[in-house]
């Protein structure tokens, strides 16, 4: 890139910010211009410093990762922002693209993939670290097309997992990408009844997280 980009950090942990702004700066063309240790200090920060980058971390006090990205997405803030975190949780990962993060990398993320998100995501793109694609998330995330283009829902010979018809319904709104708190809303249903149907479906299914999920309800036509 010949332009440098300007990067504004969010973490609470100062060694964790020391570490990737020296990471960021070995590269000629990244400056980072600001550090904050909350999301709310991340928002004056990005409001005054309009940086090309926010890198924030999802958990931190007063205001979360995912929070702060709502609220300047809610602004129209031109800024950037890429989701950092420990959790590889597809909640986390929806809830952040959701919000409108343009990026969610895992903190055990290598320089060179680092470095390549930044690249993609200054340049308009979008990046996923791990088994998360953007084309998985985008998909999981805009599946409400017209009910006539999507698959038939199982019948009781094509649903080897024995599926309820309330797990049945649980499983379709979570692959389009809705939180247990809109499923709850979307069925009248409390949280605690919602996130039962959920274990109980991945339980029945074998798998343990949502890639998994979404592959295997595609391969039996379950939704």
């Known amino acids: 890139m010949d332009q440098t980009t300007s990067i504004i950090l969010a973490d609470d942990h100062s060694l964790v ?6 990471l ?5 063309d990244l400056k980072v211009i600001g550090e904050a240790s909350d999301g709310i200090e991340a928002i004056e920060m990005v409001n005054k410093s309009a940086p090309d980058l926010l890198i924030i971390d999802i958990r931190m006090p007063r205001m979360t ?5 709502e609220k300047l997405s809610a602004q129209n803030s031109p ?13 986390y990962i929806l809830q952040s693209v959701k919000a409108g993060a343009r990026g969610y990398l895992l903190k055990d993320t290598g320089k060179t993939e680092f470095i390549k998100a930044i ?21 999981l995330l805009s599946s409400t097309g017209p009910t006539a283009e999507r698959p038939k829902k199982a019948t009781s010979t094509s649903n080897p997992f024995d599926l309820t018809n309330k797990e049945l319904q649980v499983l379709e709104l979570v692959l389009s990408g809705l939180t247990n708190k809109q499923i709850s809303e979307k069925l009248q249903n409390s949280k605690r009844t919602v996130e039962t149907h959920r274990f109980n479906l991945m339980r029945k299914m074998e798998v343990k997280n949502l890639i998994d ?5 595609q391969q039996y036509n379950l939704v």
Do not use: P
Request: glycine share 10%.
């Open 17 to 22: 910010r020391d570490g990737i702004r020296a």
């Open 119 to 139: 690249h993609a995501v200054r340049e308009g793109g979008k990046y996923y670290s791990g088994d998360i694609s953007n084309v998985l998330v985008n998909s």
């Open 79 to 91: 800024v950037k922002c890429i989701i950092l975190s420990m959790h590889d949780s597809e909640e």
């Open 65 to 69: 990762g995912i929070e702060a990205v």
């Open 213 to 217: 999920l979404s592959k295997k309800a």
């Open 24 to 28: 960021l700066e070995s590269e000629s």
